[in-house]
Every structure is written in structure tokens, then in C-alpha cells.
């Protein structure tokens, strides 16, 4: 998967809300969950797994758990660990920089508001 892939992905997330009873159609719910988990860096996770996973209708809402419970570790999302790491990286950033523009606009609404009560007020 390309980088830029990765981004959009990241950038997807910022509109996911995770049902908290997502797992129940999870495409992986029966599966052994030691298939999604490396036992050493040797190892390689199955292909057929990670398919299973990335076409798996509630993978969003499983890698956006795993970002916000900082779990990167095995498939999740379809995603592999090295993968999940450059989403990660790059939904923190767009999660700080839209609450640092979230404060912002709202401390110019503010200052708005009051110039308009010393305004009405005078």
C-alpha cells in the first residue's frame, strides 16, 4: 500500500464513530486470533488474512480503536503494523492541528461577542 494510501486513510478516520458493538460483524470473529499477531519479526502474517481484514465491513471502526487505544500491534484494519504506525503518525497530527483550529475559531467567537456586548451595551 502506498504512503499517500496511508494518508487518506488517516484522514478518513477523523469521520469514523465507532459503534461499540462493531465487533459483531467483524470478518474475523471465529478466526484463531493468534492469525492476526506476529509470534517474531521473522514472521510474515498471512495474505489471506490481511485481505480478510481490509475487506472486512467494519475495519474503519477497528483500526480507529486501535489508534485510540494506541494498539498497533497485529492486523488491524487491514493494515499491518508498519502501516498502522504511518496512520497513526498521521491521524495524531490531523487530530491536533483541527482541535488547535477548533480553540481558535472559538476564542475568535468570543472576542466577537464580546466587542458586539460593549457595542449594545454603550
Do not use: H
Amino acid at each position: 500500500m502506498r504512503y499517500e494510501q496511508l494518508q487518506q486513510i488517516a484522514i478518513d478516520l477523523n469521520s469514523v464513530v465507532v459503534d461499540p458493538d462493531w465487533r459483531k460483524e467483524a470478518s474475523c470473529k471465529g478466526y484463531d486470533i493468534n492469525l492476526f499477531y506476529l509470534k517474531n519479526k521473522q514472521e510474515q502474517i498471512s495474505p489471506e488474512i490481511i485481505k480478510l481484514c481490509y475487506g472486512c465491513p467494519v475495519r474503519m471502526c477497528c483500526l480507529k480503536e486501535a489508534i485510540e487505544s494506541q494498539d498497533s500491534f497485529g492486523v488491524r484494519g487491514g493494515l499491518t503494523e508498519k502501516q498502522q504506525r504511518v496512520v497513526f503518525s498521521k491521524y495524531r497530527v490531523l487530530k491536533r492541528s483541527i482541535s488547535t483550529s477548533q480553540v481558535s475559531l472559538g476564542m475568535v467567537k468570543s472576542e466577537n461577542t464580546q466587542v458586539n456586548r460593549r457595542y449594545y451595551m454603550a
